[in-house]
């Protein structure tokens, strides 16, 4: 998008006379492109697509507004979404990112069991939404394990099942079995759902901002397995977290791998058979 469109787009959502002073693109994720932009009338993130995926830029909104409702300082504020001409847009007040504060990683521990003590009657959420760029299923459940069988593991192993292959289907189908024995029940928590270092930066006061959510009610652990898929975060961000809701020895030595089997199936779906061996010696383990 150039200087002009991104005016007009800004006149038609902000509702008054916007001058651009500065277009810069930045990393957008996999599908869509993103700009950060300086106006007269403030600074926006702008992501565009295709006008056919704005489902994917409403449902990216409603995630926001609910973690906002929890987190309001913790959350970009939604300026507006829609398609115009042949694209589709999402518009955000664009985050102006301060100096880390001294006890980041705790203070990020500490949010985040805020988030988690936001509860529901059932896991899933109101609305299907996505993961990336994949789907996600939503669909309402009473039963933990039931939920994470049937709206995470098997929806991403069906999609890739042609680059699985009949030997990991049949020990997916084998562990499927297996989870009332493995997992717990809990309570429904709201989530990011995809939380991973790419998806928060600073805020202006030095603390974390969340983006890229794919929220959902769920059990937390899966939230704080994810954490740990690509090395982690720092141990105080665990300590803190811990010191509000512990979570004990057997979810870091058994559950948190396989909950992990989720964002590896994603992965697989996204990038390809990289993260086939993942699967394989993750499944192992268990059946």
């Keep these: ?37 300086k106006s007269t009338q403030g600074n926006f993130f702008i992501k565009t697509n295709r006008a056919g995926l704005v489902d994917m830029f409403e449902k990216e909104v409603r995630n926001l ?39 980041f990683w705790a203070d990020f521990g500490r ?20 993961i990336g760029s994949l789907p996600q299923s939503n669909k309402q459940n009473t039963n933990w394990v039931d939920f994470f069988l049937n709206e995470r593991i098997m929806p991403q192993a069906k999609k ?35 939380l991973w270092s790419g998806n928060f930066t600073l805020n202006q006061k030095g603390t974390v901002c969340l983006v890229d959510p794919a929220t959902y009610y769920g059990n937390r652990e899966i939230e704080i397995a994810f954490t740990k898929l690509f090395g982690g975060f720092e141990d105080e961000f665990y300590d803190a977290y811990n010191e509000i809701l ?26 390809g058979g990289w993260y086939v061996a993942s699967v394989r010696e993750t499944l192992k383990r268990f059946i």
């Excluded at 200087?3 to 916007?18: C, F, H, P, R, S």
């Design 65 to 103: 507004e609910l973690l906002r409702k929890v987190l309001p300082l913790n959350t970009p504020e939604v300026v507006g979404y829609g398609t115009v001409d042949h694209i589709s847009y999402f518009i955000l007040k664009l985050i102006e990112p301060g100096k880390r504060v001294a006890d």
């Design 1 to 37: 998008m150039n200087k002009e469109t991104i005016e007009t787009l800004l006149i038609q959502v902000v509702g008054a006379d916007v001058k651009v002073n500065e277009v810069r693109p930045i990393g957008g994720g996999n599908t869509s492109r993103a700009f950060a932009v």
């Design 160 to 194: 890739a099942e042609k680059v699985l292959g009949p030997e990991i289907m049949s020990m997916i189908d084998k562990l499927g079995n297996r989870l009332p024995d493995l997992l717990t029940q809990s309570r429904p928590t709201l989530l990011h759902g995809d």
């Design 246 to 271: 512990p979570l004990d020895k057997s979810f870091y030595d058994t559950r948190a791998d396989i909950y992990n089997l989720y964002p590896l199936l994603v992965h697989v779906n996204l990038f």
């Design 111 to 130: 949010t985040l069991s805020l988030l988690h003590k936001e509860t529901h009657t059932t896991f899933g959420l109101e609305y299907d939404n996505y």
